[in-house]
């Protein structure tokens, strides 16, 4: 293998252990680092006989991940309760407290910003809770999807590059 195809396999496998790690703590879209870290490979070295297919099912996999990451925070949402004001409210808390307390400030501000608007709107602090818990669930389950669709996405890519 020439040095430059080796420090272009290095370099792709490092962005995509930040796309990894940006999934694992979403600070970062960790699996559209990860398919735009494999096109940039497939497009320096060459796709050969499976990297197209390869790179268009982590395709379809990092958005289908995407949507069902959105479709379960808002089933989560559903289910519990909440209202349309308090996931937006959850949603701004959310960012607030993303740069507040960089990353451990998203998860507290988007759930003090959904049950304090629950708990305005309902003045019942278990009906509050039981919309937290349902965004909390939904927004759990996609969480878990995503990382599995990031981790299929860099075994797929490893799988790709690996010498037979």
Same mark, same amino acid.
Request: no cysteine; hydrophobic share 55%.
């Given at each position: +293998?020439? &040095?430059?195809?080796?420090? &272009?396999?290095?370099?792709?496998?490092?962005? +995509?252990?930040? !796309?990894?790690?940006?999934?694992?703590?979403?600070?970062?879209?960790?699996?559209?680092?990860?398919?735009?870290? =494999?096109? !940039? %490979?497939?497009?320096?070295?060459?796709?050969?006989?499976?990297?197209?297919?390869?790179?268009?099912?982590?395709?379809?996999?990092? =958005?289908? $991940? !995407?949507? @069902?990451?959105? #479709?379960? @925070?808002?089933? /989560?949402?559903?289910?519990?309760?909440? $209202?349309?004001?308090? +996931?937006?409210?959850?949603?701004?808390?959310?960012?607030?407290?993303?740069?507040?307390?960089?990353? &451990? !400030?998203?998860? &507290?501000?988007?759930?003090?910003?959904? %049950?304090?608007?629950? %708990? $305005?709107?309902?003045?019942?602090?278990?009906?509050? #809770?039981?919309?937290?818990? /349902?965004?909390?669930?939904?927004?759990?389950?996609?969480?878990?999807?995503? =990382?599995?669709?990031?981790?299929? +996405?860099?075994?797929? #890519?490893?799988?790709?590059? #690996?010498?037979?």
């Amino acid at each position: +293998m020439p &040095i430059s195809e080796l420090l &272009i396999l290095i370099l792709t496998g490092l962005v +995509m252990l930040v !796309g990894l790690a940006g999934t694992i703590v979403p600070v970062l879209p960790g699996p559209t680092l990860i398919l735009l870290a =494999v096109a !940039g %490979y497939g497009l320096l070295t060459g796709f050969g006989e499976n990297g197209g297919q390869l790179l268009a099912t982590m395709a379809l996999l990092a =958005v289908a $991940s !995407g949507a @069902a990451r959105l #479709w379960l @925070a808002k089933s /989560g949402a559903s289910r519990g309760g909440a $209202s349309r004001q308090s +996931m937006l409210l959850g949603l701004a808390l959310a960012v607030i407290g993303f740069f507040v307390l960089p990353v &451990i !400030g998203a998860p &507290i501000g988007g759930v003090l910003g959904i %049950y304090l608007t629950e %708990y $305005s709107r309902t003045q019942d602090k278990a009906k509050a #809770w039981q919309a937290t818990h /349902g965004v909390l669930l939904g927004f759990g389950a996609g969480y878990l999807l995503e =990382v599995a669709a990031a981790l299929v +996405m860099v075994g797929m #890519w490893i799988v790709w590059v #690996w010498p037979e």
